[in-house]
């Protein structure tokens, strides 16, 4: 699946994932390939972003943590998320 996260300084990630693990307001939920279509808001919390390889910008790269080289996590403070058509979209705080 896509996944996109865009802040309102710069779309800091875009790229085919694995797996995806949010922090909704009624706690963290995982999205995975063909997940069926959802809206949610997030609350403050970590995006964990599972996948095969990684390409960021340098000027993004800083605000990423590598937990290892198919892990990489994010902390938001909120956001909405979009699943649909095997796309997530992330709207980040």
């Given at each position: 699946?896509?996944?996109?996260?865009?802040?309102?300084?710069?779309?800091?990630?875009?790229?085919?994932?694995?797996?995806?693990?949010?922090?909704?307001?009624?706690?963290?939920?995982?999205?995975?390939?063909?997940?069926?279509?959802?809206?949610?808001?997030?609350?403050?919390?970590?995006?964990?972003?599972?996948?095969?390889?990684?390409?960021?910008?340098?000027n993004v790269e800083a605000?990423f943590n590598r937990i290892?080289?198919?892990?990489?996590?994010?902390?938001?403070?909120?956001?909405?998320?979009?699943?649909?058509?095997?796309?997530?979209?992330?709207l980040a705080d």
């Amino acid at each position: 699946m896509i996944l996109e996260i865009v802040s309102p300084e710069a779309t800091l990630f875009k790229g085919e994932v694995t797996s995806v693990t949010l922090p909704g307001v009624d706690g963290s939920f995982q999205i995975l390939n063909n997940h069926a279509p959802i809206v949610s808001i997030l609350k403050n919390g970590e995006v964990k972003i599972t996948a095969s390889r990684f390409d960021f910008n340098d000027n993004v790269e800083a605000k990423f943590n590598r937990i290892n080289d198919q892990n990489y996590t994010l902390s938001i403070n909120s956001g909405t998320i979009e699943m649909k058509d095997n796309k997530v979209i992330v709207l980040a705080d």
